[in-house]
């Protein structure tokens, strides 16, 4: 990608990618005309060059040290009132920005990757892990219903923390909610992120039942991997979140605290086979009364097509030997490139991320006699706000 692609990418991620974050907004539009930026994000990985990752450098270095720039950043805990995204003074103040720490935002965004490790997600993983504990125990009522979890690109694994997470679903605009407390920790119990979620349309019954499963095993896997036992990497985390976001940092720092007290099996490979060799041995090692679970959500976002049909067939592979089953959770194109289209699916009004192309789509798969069977279970705004249960079948 030349600068004027990059610069292109940039203008598209603000309009459309960012509605919540008046200020990435405008820093979008900002870097978009500012070539020293734009070299920089041509200058990543192929797989890494996102406005994102540029916005995360930012924050980052934002996040690192006291500066003008963090007048504009809300998670910066800066004295003073947060200065308006429109203030004409924000385009001369990371002007100088760009120029005091270019060295060290040239390094970042060519060594670092995008990843969070979105916590809120976990309502909408249960939502899905649930429902399939219920429909194997209708098919087995007497076999215990264990699941084992593995994070294909696990960041800093915070999401196999599920089961002490503490879930509130509420109806959209209704009175309706449901609270699954999780696995309390002894003597830590503060330690359980509360993730609420809204959800959209009919109310699934299964909402309302007890937890149906045990996660037995948790690991994960993924080419950058985030100890949460370091602040430098830890801060990384934080700046891959919106600046104005309060709540999602919370959830965050309370996630990390839960990764520290209950830590999973967690690995660092290259993406690709190395990830999926790890995989297919702890695979291996699983119970036969246990049912592997392959999970991931908005990494697959990185990779281009051939690398997304080598994946598919090889997780088939892997699903056919093993009887696992994958919950995919990404975005409309990358769940296309995966399963096929999924039937049409109405705007849904009332929502923040109203538009497909801005909402992760969650899929369950399995392998079948012709091949792998997939099914498109629900919609979601990307960090959990709120989920739209489906339930509709895939290509």
């Known amino acids: 990608m030349n600068t004027a692609d990059i610069s292109a990418l940039l203008r598209e991620f603000g309009q459309h990618h960012c509605p919540e974050e008046p200020l990435y907004q405008r820093l979008c539009t900002l870097l978009a005309d500012m070539p020293k930026a734009c070299t920089w994000l041509a200058a990543a990985p192929p797989t890494q060059r996102k406005a994102n990752l540029l916005l995360a450098a930012l924050h980052d270095q934002v996040l690192a040290a006291p500066s003008a720039l963090g007048a504009w ?11 308006d995204p429109y203030d004409p003074g924000l385009a001369q103040a990371l002007a100088n920005f760009l120029q005091a720490h270019a060295s060290a935002l040239a390094h970042t965004v060519q060594h670092r990757s ?4 979105e916590v809120g997600r976990c309502a909408v993983l249960w939502l899905v892990l649930q429902d399939l504990a219920l429909s194997r125990q209708q098919a087995h009522p007497e076999a215990p219903q264990r699941l084992a979890l593995f994070d294909l690109g696990c960041s800093a694994g915070l999401n196999l923390g599920l089961p002490w997470m503490d879930l509130h679903f509420h109806h959209h605009g209704g009175q309706r909610q449901a609270r699954h407390a999780g696995v309390p920790i002894p003597e830590r119990s503060s330690l359980a992120p509360a993730l609420h979620c809204d959800i959209v349309g009919p109310w699934p019954a299964f909402v309302d039942s007890p937890t149906a499963f045990t996660l037995s095993h948790r690991a994960g896997v993924d080419p950058a991997l985030i100890a949460v036992t370091q602040a430098e990497a830890v801060r990384w985390l934080q700046a891959c979140l919106w600046p104005s976001d309060t709540t999602r940092r919370q959830r965050l720092e309370a996630a990390v605290a839960l990764a520290c007290a209950q830590p999973a099996e967690l690995h660092q490979a290259a993406s690709g086979p190395a990830c999926l060799h790890l995989l297919e ?3 291996s090692r699983l119970p036969s009364d246990t049912l592997p679970v ?3 959500s908005w990494v697959l976002y990185y ?9 598919r067939q090889a997780l088939l592979s892997l699903m056919g030997r093993n009887g696992a089953v994958w919950i995919s ?3 409309l194109v990358t769940s296309t490139t995966l399963f096929g289209a999924p039937p049409p699916m109405p705007p849904l009004e009332g929502v923040t991320r109203d538009q497909a192309h801005t909402q992760t789509f969650w899929v369950t798969a399995h392998a079948g006699s012709n091949g792998l069977q997939a099914r498109y279970v629900a919609r979601s705004h990307p960090h959990g706000q709120w989920v739209k249960w489906e339930e509709v079948s895939g290509g």
């Open 73 to 83: 950043y809300a998670s910066a805990k800066r004295a003073g009132p947060l200065a």
């Open 114 to 117: 995008t990843q969070t490790n």
């Open 281 to 283: 041995d702890w695979l």
């Open 294 to 296: 392959v999970f991931n």
């Open 303 to 311: 990779a281009d097509e051939p690398a997304l049909a080598a994946h």
């Open 329 to 331: 959770a990404e975005d």
